[in-house]
Antibody, heavy 119, light 115 residues
Framework: EVQLLESGGGLVQPGGSLRLSCSSS????????MNWVRQAPGKGLEWVSS????????FYADSVQGRFTISRDNSKQTLYLQMNSLRVEDTAIYHC????????????WGQGALVTVSS | QAVLTQPSSLSASPGASASLTCTLR?????????IHWYQQKPGSPPQYVLT?????????GSGVPSRFSGSKDVSANAGILLISGLQSEDEADYYC?????????FGGGTKLTVL
């Protein structure tokens, strides 16, 4: 059974940093591109970032470019999102999601980690 | 103008059909894109429903009933998620998504009410 479990969320002040992790099981992690998608309270889905199977391709939404860094450790079957210079508008539930194929759908999602940016 | 536009809400009766649209911005040709659809219920993460690119290039999410199907309206430059034989459990938010210039883009979502 495919499972994705996010951790590392919490309350942080504006300008602060946080690192999210997404541990995986039930599939060969290194065979799939991975993504982060967030959802602000009461709002829709917003794609944040993607990383290729071997980590050599990384892409970001304009809203987080230069502040967030995606990475992965295939030996640990874990995906990461380093978030710096956090803003109030970054407050959201952050989901990791497995990408099926190239530019494919997100076929499995984690439950999400809540990040709250507030003073 | 947003890349993907979805109506904010739609209501339909049990047993009826619901057609959820996802309109691509002018200049982005729906014919060249795979449209991915997701269902989200309150308090839960999104779930993958299906992908539609063409009649010969489409896939259903694991365990998704055949009542859910995809299509395109090329004249309207839109992707469509059709849900037939509506059930109360289909009440949810539905999001469309495409990959555009190496980034993923979601529509704003449609809240489907079954009443």
């Amino acid at each position: 059974e495919v499972q994705l479990l996010e951790s590392g969320g919490g309350l942080v002040q504006p300008g602060g940093s946080l690192r999210l992790s997404c541990s995986s099981s039930g599939f060969t992690f290194g065979s799939f591109a991975m993504n982060w998608v967030r959802q602000a309270p009461g709002k829709g889905l917003e794609w944040v970032s993607s990383i290729s199977r071997f980590g050599d391709g990384k892409f970001y939404a304009d809203s987080v470019q230069g502040r967030f860094t995606i990475s992965r450790d295939n030996s640990k079957q874990t995906l990461y999102l380093q978030m710096n210079s956090l803003r109030v508008e970054d407050t959201a539930i952050y989901h990791c999601a497995r990408e099926y194929g190239d530019d494919g759908p997100f076929d499995y999602w984690g439950q999400g980690a809540l990040v709250t940016v507030s003073s | 103008q947003a890349v993907l536009t979805q109506p904010s809400s739609l209501s339909a009766s049990p047993g009826a059909s619901a057609s959820l649209t996802c309109t691509l911005r002018s200049g982005i040709n729906v014919g060249t894109y795979s449209i991915h659809w997701y269902q989200q219920k309150p308090g839960s993460p999104p779930q993958y429903v299906l992908t539609y690119k063409s009649a010969s290039d489409n896939q259903q999410g694991s365990g998704v009933p055949s009542r859910f199907s995809g299509s395109k309206d090329v004249s309207a430059n839109a992707g469509i998620l059709l849900i037939s034989g509506l059930q109360s459990e289909d009440e949810a938010d539905y999001y469309c998504m495409i990959w555009h210039r190496s980034t993923s883009v979601f529509g704003g979502g449609t809240k489907l009410t079954v009443l």
